[in-house]
């Protein structure tokens, strides 16, 4: 009996629980990304001390819809001599990489508390014993979506981009790989789970034992995260490696030539796969699920209350300066909602359902708290950050991070044997 | 059918229509395309036999790697339609007879020792990387370390051409 075996031989129940949570997760995951413009545009215009998108909405908060229309409506030119299969094909390939390699993702520690037709409602997809390569795999596949967009456009500009990203990528993919050997040596699993529960607990009572501060078994990781960050930004080509678009000199790269939805499909795929990275930098390296904070400190367990309650009230005060009518009703409506949940977990104190709903949560709000974060350092760093030119690009990848990340794996390995020898 | 065997048949129905396209496409992105497919789908096969490892490399070194490099230089290039050609004697008369022979004796080898084909001889040890990292390192570690010192030795030779091109 193999995982493919078993697979095979499901039952009804785990084929509907399965796709119930595809859509699920496709429908979260989808509006997280058309947000996840808003939000880029909105701190990159305070960075730069502009107003951002505010038209569309209360703070420009329906801009996201207003895009996706746009997207959906425009006309879907296609440039005469294309190569028509792989032109097409192209941005099918990148969404479709970039949303499968979600599906290994573990999103919480427990599964939910009921059971669907005597099956398990676990918060990932699929949970393979080589998960870890399993993403390795789906991003490896992804170079073909970029590179053949670019040569499918039968366009110089694009062409360029083409070749660009895909020397680039393949260039960055063995740092990211090289990078991560640190943490597998450690864990001695390719199983994100695994990778995950290696790192529950603390140090000398304080500290939490991520992977990135922690000695225990091995080596800290910093080194390794540095490499496996500077690499994945590369990778997702993003500012400051976006060289397969820079718009200044390519006009937009790889994807000149496409208009319509088929843009939009290789600018989700592009928010998908920093979604990807964001939660393997907290899953490999930051404890994932594990909270910060010693598990004896159960006060913080109300740290969700402490961040919503406050949001919320803020939202409400807000909302009732807004001048529209519209964001007068719905600004504080969304704040009261984000109040409310947070004093209902709050209520956990006194009321015992709610207490486990927010113990529940405890998982899942340190993840995707983490996740966040680097999304948020990911528009941080095309803020800031100028656009390398593409020697130092090369540079950087092959004589910088590959020698590092090799250094890293080497000192890493002889921690672990010396931790485990008798 | 098993729902196994299903699988398996669309796989290797798979890779044998990506094979057939590869040789049969005029251009060589689309022969290169149809390489990648046979591959992926070599890879699933690995998988049903249980050796996710095996099928998880198989997809990063080959489908990923390699052909990303394949693709790279045909797009480097920029390669246009081959044109056919038949100055080869040998393969308009001796290539479908050849290929009969070949499927021939290939089909007589699996009859012939057909337990050995159809069990995968050591499912236990494919099924985890810790088996087959313990395989690699301790009966095979010769051959494994052999491989690797011809590939780092090709490795050197393409410094060393590419350099001389250099000087020249």
Redesign the interface.
């Known amino acids: 009996m ?4 078993t697979f ?2 499901q039952d009804g129940g785990f084929w509907v629980l399965t796709f119930i949570k595809i859509a699920l997760l496709l429908f979260i995951v989808l509006t997280v990304n058309a947000y996840l413009t808003w939000f880029e545009r909105k701190v990159v215009a305070l960075m730069q001390s502009r107003v951002g998108p505010h038209r569309v909405g209360p703070h420009g908060l329906l801009q996201p819809a207003a895009d996706g229309l746009k997207f959906l409506f425009k006309e879907d030119a296609m440039p005469g001599g294309v ?1 028509k ?2 032109y097409l ?1 192209a941005p099918f390939l990148a969404l479709t990489l970039a949303l499968a390699s979600l599906a290994v993702i573990p999103f919480g520690p427990n599964p939910l508390p009921f059971k669907f037709f005597g099956h398990q409602v676990d918060l990932f997809i699929s949970n ?3 998960g870890l ?2 993403l ?2 789906i ?3 992804g ?2 979506g970029i ?2 967009a ?2 499918a456009s039968n366009s110089k500009y694009p ?1 360029l981009g ?2 660009r990203s ?2 680039q ?2 260039s960055y ?1 063995l740092s990211m ?1 090289m990078s991560v050997v640190g943490v597998l040596l450690m864990a001695n699993s ?1 199983s994100l789970t695994d990778i995950i529960q290696k790192q529950s607990g603390t140090i000398a009572g304080i500290l939490p034992a991520w992977n990135i501060i922690s000695f225990r078994g091995g080596f800290f990781q910093i080194v390794g995260f540095l490499c496996f960050f500077i690499s994945a930004i590369a990778e997702t080509n993003r500012v400051p490696f976006d060289l397969p678009e820079a718009e200044s000199e390519l006009v937009a790269g790889f994807h000149t030539e496409y208009s319509s939805f088929k843009f939009a499909m290789f600018f989700i795929a592009e928010y998908t796969s920093m979604i990807t990275v964001s939660s393997l930098c907290a899953i490999l390296f930051f404890g994932g699920w594990n909270s910060l904070f010693p598990a004896t400190w159960t006060v913080t367990h109300y740290l969700p209350s402490a961040i919503l309650i406050p949001f919320g009230l803020w939202v409400i005060a807000d909302g009732l300066k807004y001048e529209t009518v519209f964001g007068k009703l719905i600004l504080p409506g969304l704040g009261a909602a984000i109040a409310g949940i947070g004093a209902l977990l709050l209520a956990g104190i006194w009321i015992a359902p709610l207490h486990d709903v927010n113990e529940y949560i405890q998982g899942p709000f340190w993840l995707l708290g983490k996740i966040f974060f680097f999304l948020f350092f990911y528009v941080w760093a095309r803020g800031t950050l100028p656009r390398f030119r593409y020697d130092q690009l090369m540079n950087i990848g092959w004589k910088l991070l590959l020698p590092v990340s090799i250094a890293n794996v080497i000192v890493t390995a002889a921690f672990v044997l010396f931790r485990s020898a008798p | 059918m098993s729902p196994e065997l299903i699988v398996f048949f669309l796989l290797a129905a798979l890779s044998v229509i990506g094979a057939l396209s590869l040789i049969l496409q005029k251009h060589p992105i689309h022969s290169a395309l149809s390489l990648i497919v046979v591959m992926v789908s070599l890879a699933g096969l690995y998988l049903l036999m249980g050796a996710e490892f095996v099928a998880a490399v198989q997809i990063i070194v080959y489908g990923g790697a390699i052909m990303v490099l394949f693709v790279f230089v045909i797009m480097l290039l920029n390669a246009g339609k081959e044109e056919h050609t038949d100055f080869s004697k040998l393969a308009k008369f001796g290539g479908l007879p050849l290929a009969l022979a070949l499927t021939g004796l290939l089909a007589a080898a699996m009859i012939h020792n057909g337990a050995s084909v159809s069990n995968n001889a050591t499912p236990d040890a494919l099924a985890s990387t810790t088996k087959i990292s313990m395989l690699l390192f301790s009966t095979f570690v010769y051959p494994f370390e052999l491989t690797s010192f011809l590939i780092l030795v090709a490795i050197m030779g393409a410094l060393v051409l590419a350099q001389r091109e250099k000087k020249a």
């Open positions: 193999n995982s493919v075996t095979l031989t190569d299969f792989v094909l393979p014993d080589i390569l399993v390795f795999s991003t490896a596949l170079v073909y590179a053949l670019g040569w062409l083409g070749l895909s020397a990528m393949v993919e790989t390719f």
